[in-house]
């Protein structure tokens, strides 16, 4: 069966820290990984990672895919209280279906 | 680029009573439409997948006939929650993949703001 495992389920940080979101996953037929950002709404996209070794980044987000490892990791440097949310990673196959992590909840405090 | 909308935000409503919920690409074609529910602290759980011109494809467990979905156009796909009962209260939010172009892939999704709906 197909699943998408996110790491730590949670995870409360100082403004300032870095932190890295781990997502493994097993899935058939893998196609491409997305990262998304839920704060109280639906989710934003981040990134999404289709090639292994090529880091996608965005200010102070970054992320990367290791396809013989079967895992993504997303980094956040210099955190703020801002970047307190869900952290949800996705799976697409070819199927076009979506499986998605059950998310890391992060909390920056000030 | 990429925003999709969705209407309304919230609704309350009465036991027995239909509700429907619009959701837009604004700025793209969307060939496909995802509907998905989300109860509190738990992950995105899709509900179906809906194909412009053509019926939905419904995932294990959700009855085709109480949460109706039409895709009418590239642009707009409404879910109407039938005979809704308080245990239908959730979080729904739409997201639409589009035509692969210069703002959008076809393997990103792209999420409406959600619409919370509570049945008394």
């Known amino acids: 069966e197909d699943k998408v495992v996110q790491s730590p389920l949670s995870l409360v940080v100082h403004e300032g820290d870095t932190v890295t979101l781990n997502c493994s996953y097993e899935v058939t037929n893998f196609r491409s990984l997305l990262w998304y950002k839920q704060e109280k709404k639906a989710p934003t996209f981040l990134f999404m990672l289709t090639s292994s070794g090529i880091e996608k980044k965005s200010g102070r987000l970054s992320s990367i895919l290791d396809k013989k490892e079967l895992f993504s990791i997303l980094n956040i440097t210099a955190t703020q209280t801002g970047d307190s949310a869900v952290y949800l990673c996705a799976v697409k196959a070819n199927n076009r279906k979506l499986i998605w992590g059950l998310g890391t909840s992060l909390a920056v405090n000030p | 680029g990429a925003v999709v909308s969705q209407h309304p935000s919230w609704v309350i409503c009465k036991s027995g009573t239909s509700v429907k919920i619009e959701c837009r690409s604004l700025?793209?074609?969307?060939?496909?439409m995802f509907w998905y529910r989300q109860f509190p602290k738990q992950s995105l759980m899709l509900m179906a997948t809906s194909n412009e011109g053509s019926k939905a494809t419904y995932e294990q467990g959700v009855e085709k006939d109480k949460f109706l979905i039409n895709h009418a156009s590239l642009t707009l796909s409404t879910l109407t929650v039938t005979s809704a009962h308080p245990e239908d209260s959730s979080f729904y939010i739409c997201?639409?993949?589009?035509?692969?172009?210069?703002?959008?892939?076809?393997?990103?999704?792209?999420f409406g703001p959600g619409t919370r709906l509570t049945v008394l």
């Open positions: 700025d793209f074609q969307a060939t496909t």
């Open positions: 997201s639409a993949g589009g035509l692969a172009g210069e703002l959008t892939s076809t393997d990103t999704q792209y």
